[in-house]
């Protein structure tokens, strides 16, 4: 089992910047992948960006392309997102997942049913 916990959420403005935060615990060394995901009111739950533990290797989607950054510290099993020049269609309640480490996949994962374990969200406001 792995646990997820995000932070850094918050109120900003359009134009503006936050960095979130996901701190996994248990079983961190089994997987593979650490993914964002997101959902807004009334809207479909959407991958945003996801890191191979190994090697660092990243994908995005095209509206996180060259504004936001995901990266990860091992040492702390925690995972980032830096989100710069934020917009009002990024307000969203942000979630993080882990894989299960039960399968290996060539290309890093962008579907949310390919991951299992998923933390509570923390949630963005982004203000015009």
């Known amino acids: 089992q792995v646990q997820l916990v995000e932070s850094g959420g918050g109120l900003v403005q359009a134009g503006g910047s936050l960095r979130l935060s996901c701190a996994a615990s248990g079983r961190t060394s089994s997987n593979y992948y650490m993914a964002w995901f997101r959902q807004a009111p009334g809207k479909e739950r959407e991958f945003v960006a996801a890191?191979?533990?190994?090697?660092?290797?990243?994908i995005y989607s095209d509206s996180a392309k060259g504004r936001f950054t995901i990266s990860r510290d091992n040492a702390k099993n925690t995972v980032y997102l830096q989100m710069n020049s934020l917009k009002p269609e990024d307000t969203a309640l942000y979630y993080c997942?882990?894989?299960?480490?039960?399968?290996?996949?060539?290309?890093?994962?962008?579907?949310?049913?390919?991951?299992?374990?998923w933390g509570q969200g923390t949630q963005v406001t982004v203000s015009s």
């Open positions: 997942a882990a894989d299960s480490g039960s399968r290996y996949y060539y290309s890093i994962p962008m579907r949310g049913a390919l991951y299992a374990y």
């Open positions: 890191i191979r533990r190994s090697g660092g290797d990243t």
